[in-house]
């Protein structure tokens, strides 16, 4: 384009303030200027695309993600269409995303996480790939969840050497059982490769949580799932991490693996720039009821719950943008709240500082939305990678 592009829109939230009748300049990918529109007088020297009924916030940003659109991440090795996921995602407003494994044997997870790191900041048809979230294999039995037990075992800090090696500095977040032996050595030898250490598929109790957090623990994977239930006389994982503040906390709220009340009252506790919305999905995601796959694991698909043969959930089918109008019914949260959990939160919580926020100098990541927070366009640096029927782009665009 031979002009910078002018978005003007009923308002935007950036999540942090709400600006009524917004513009939103985006130059060379990045986004210029934001702010009402009244004060860009020469709008001859833009290309405008002019949506006044419709509202933008960031790109969101899934930080657990198995999957969507038929493609499951730990086939990544011998499937290769990511392109998928990723164009599918963007559908969705998604921008950025930590493709996620499973528990699996050594050589298949090494052999896995290498195919996942050749995507990361790959240019890819929609949303981007900047890191990966391993998750297990050192976690509870007990708390596996839809994992494997077979493939599920005690912390090796030589298979986590290599694992490490094998990311060649795309991993960002690491899950695993704070009551295993080797645990403190594990998060100490995840931050200094600057790997967020995150605690989930656990039996922990008050006393081994706190201290892998003094040890350098910052994140709890999916809050209420694959740990001890709240109880009023034993404190686990969940109760420490909706009340201690160091923590960044993952919710799924999609309202089958949390009952909306008990989001509510998470969202009441926890503080709320630490709140990070995840959406938990698999490669059913955005698919037809049916039987599919999480890892090796074969999952069954009915009225868009995702179980296992024994009824175990197993991951989710639904999106981030789903799960956005989740939380507004579900929470009592603010919409700049609401907003900051799916893009500044977890952009934060990852340690991305160029996204997450539409602010002067960041990546322009906007999703755009129509007055039922439905994605009408999605926009990834600075390119428009989605746009419904119903957005009439201008000729020179």
Partial sequence: MDKDLLIHLEYCLTPTHRINNAAIVISQGDILAVGGFSAFTHTEDYIVIDLPEYHAVPGFIDSHIYGAGGFDCMHADTDHNIAGMSEILCRHGVTSFLPTTQSADHPKLIAVIEALASQCDKSLPGAVPVGIHIEGPYISSEKRGAHPESHVRPINMQEVDEMIAAGDGAIKVFTFAPELDNA??????????????????????????????????????????????????????????????????????????????????????????????????????????????????????????????????????????????????????????????????????????????????????????????????????GNIAYCTESIELPENI
């Fill in 184 to 381: 403190t050595e594990l998060i100490k030898k995840l931050r200094e490769h600057g790997i967020t250490p995150s605690m989930g598929h656990t039996v922990a109790e008050q006393d081994d949580v706190l201290r892998a957090i003094d040890v350098g623990a910052l994140r709890c994977s999916h809050l209420l799932n694959g740990m001890e239930p709240l109880r009023q006389r034993k404190v686990g994982l969940a109760a420490t991490a909706m009340t201690d503040e160091r923590l960044w906390v993952e919710m799924i709220v999609d309202g089958v693996h949390i009952h909306p009340r008990m989001i509510d009252l998470a969202c009441r506790c926890i503080r709320k720039d630490r709140i990070v919305c995840i959406s938990n999905a698999n490669e059913a995601a955005g698919l037809t009821d049916g039987v599919y796959k999480l890892g090796d694991e074969e999952i069954h698909v009915e009225r868009g719950r995702s179980v296992l043969i024994d009824g175990v959930i197993a991951g989710s089918t639904e999106f981030l943008d789903q799960n956005y109008k989740h939380l507004f019914s579900y929470s009592h949260l603010t919409d700049s709240e609401v907003t900051a959990c799916f893009t500044l939160n977890p952009a934060h919580s990852i340690g991305l500082k160029d996204r997450g926020e539409i602010k002067p100098g960041k990546q322009a990541d906007i999703a755009i939305m129509n007055q039922q927070q439905e994605v009408q366009m999605t926009i990834i640096n």
